[in-house]
């Protein structure tokens, strides 16, 4: 286990949040972007193939700068390889993304930078629902699970676990274009995430001031949407908020229609983003409390 490596980077993180220099998840954007114009085909096959090679891509490249760190002092090693690490991990990027909702002169805008569904025609309450469900959701996929995969495999795990999730967020639709291209990307991705999904629910959980509701509205609605990773830790914080979260929204001009998370007993507003992005400080005190721990045991 890599808690001394994990919690470096979770600092870094917390501290300092993205380098500027091009990201790698930029990189890796680019790269599946480079291979769908050149052979793309809306069968498994071509699919299946830039998912062989973005991760055997990342595999390589994070091997080879583990084995350059390695010839480094063991103490200098351990700080480059964290900050490597540490862009793998998003909680500031995140939090500030979802938080700009709260002071945008144009959130629709802003909240179309954040989701794939359309946003021109939501109203106030379906732009704050819409932030509720992204911060649950990539409180997985941007914190959890990528520490999650660093915690078990160091910098090789973090490097592939990227290079699922970038490509499920690129191409792993169920459109006319991507049903068959982006279904292995889809699977991959929903393997990865099956593990971390659960544990960001309790860790929601567990940071909720009524916990028995977030425990009950868990164990009834997170495996109620489409994706079998998705609806965890969105009703735990759903429960957490005693809000209601899901429900139909529209996709790419079409409705698509979802089932409802939680309990409508407060309204989704402003106040409701707000108090749910306080969860980042309770996140962030029990993330580095158990990796010092881990990393002194």
């Known amino acids: 286990m ?3 490596l994990a919690a470096f ?3 870094f993180d917390m501290l300092f949040g993205e380098f500027p220099c091009k990201h790698p998840v930029v990189l890796m954007g680019d790269f599946i972007s480079a291979f769908e114009r050149r052979f793309y085909d809306n069968h498994i096959f071509p699919g299946a193939l830039l998912v062989i090679g973005l991760i055997t891509l990342a595999l390589l490249i994070s091997v080879t700068l583990v084995y350059l760190c390695g010839l480094l ?3 200098l090693s351990l700080i480059v ?3 490597f690490a540490s862009t793998g991990l998003a ?3 995140l939090h500030e993304s979802v938080a700009a909702l709260l002071t945008a002169e144009q959130p ?5 930078y954040l989701v794939s569904r359309d946003t021109q025609n939501m109203t106030e309450t379906e732009i704050y629902k819409a932030g509720l469900e992204t911060w649950a959701e990539n409180l997985s996929d941007g914190v959890i699970a990528p520490l999650f995969y660093l915690l078990l495999l160091g910098l090789p795990g973090i490097a592939v676990y990227k290079a699922i999730n970038t490509m499920d967020s690129m191409i792993a639709y169920k459109t006319g274009r991507y049903f068959y291209f982006g279904k292995t990307a889809a699977i991959v991705d929903d393997i990865a995430n099956y593990i971390p999904a659960r544990l960001t629910a309790l860790l929601i959980v567990l940071l ?3 916990k028995q509701r977030a425990w009950q509205c868990l164990l009834r609605d997170g495996n109620k949407l489409e994706s079998p990773n998705a609806g965890y830790p969105i009703a735990a914080m759903a429960g957490a908020l005693g809000v209601a979260l899901g429900g139909d929204a529209s996709y790419h001009g079409k409705i698509k229609h979802k089932p409802t998370l939680g309990l409508p007993i407060n309204p989704v507003d402003q106040s409701t983003l707000a108090q749910a992005l306080q969860m980042k400080t309770g996140i962030n005190l029990i993330v580095l409390s158990l990796l010092t721990a881990g990393a002194l045991l």
């Open 73 to 75: 002092p063991s103490r």
């Open 208 to 210: 909720a001031e009524d």
């Open 81 to 83: 390889l964290a900050m």
């Open 91 to 93: 909680m500031n990027m």
């Open 2 to 4: 890599f808690f001394e």
């Open 9 to 11: 980077a979770y600092l």
């Open 108 to 112: 629709k805008q802003a909240l179309s």
